[in-house]
C-alpha cells in the first residue's frame, strides 16, 4: 500500500502563499493522475488540483489561477502552489490518486489563512 504523507501547512495571512509537498512512498505513484483535495471546517472533502501521468492539469474555478499543481516523479512527490490566499482556503488540505482512494487518505497538513 503506498503511503502518501503531506507537509507544509501553517498559518498565513491572507494574500500570502503557502507551497504543500506530498512524498508517496512507492513507485507506482508516477503511473497515475493525483490530486490535492481540502476539507474545511463543517465542509465536505473537495478537490481542489488534478493533474494526470502526463502532467496535464485541472482546477475548480474557486481556486483557478491562485494554485498550481505540479510533480516530481523522480522524487516521488506532489507540490501544490497555493497564492493570493484568503480565509476562505482555510482547511485540512490533504494528497491522493484521482479519483481518490479510500485506502490511500493521510493525515493531511492544516493550512489557515487568518490575520
Known amino acids: 500500500q503506498v503511503q502518501l504523507v503531506e507537509s507544509g501547512g501553517g498559518l498565513v495571512q491572507p494574500g500570502g502563499s503557502l507551497r504543500l509537498s506530498c512524498a508517496a512512498s512507492?513507485?507506482?505513484?508516477?503511473?497515475?493522475?493525483l490530486g490535492w483535495y481540502r476539507q474545511g471546517p463543517g465542509k465536505q472533502r473537495e478537490l481542489v488540483a488534478w493533474i494526470t501521468s502526463g502532467g496535464t492539469t485541472r482546477y475548480p474555478s474557486s481556486v483557478k489561477g491562485r494554485f498550481a499543481i505540479s510533480r516530481d516523479n523522480a522524487k516521488n512527490t506532489v507540490y501544490l502552489q497555493m497564492n493570493s490566499l484568503n480565509p476562505e482556503d482555510t482547511a485540512v488540505y490533504y494528497c491522493?490518486?484521482?479519483?481518490?482512494?479510500?485506502?490511500?487518505w493521510g493525515q493531511g497538513t492544516q493550512v489557515t489563512v487568518s490575520s
Open positions: 491522493n490518486y484521482y479519483p481518490s482512494d479510500v485506502r490511500s
Open positions: 512507492g513507485r507506482i505513484y508516477e503511473f497515475y493522475d
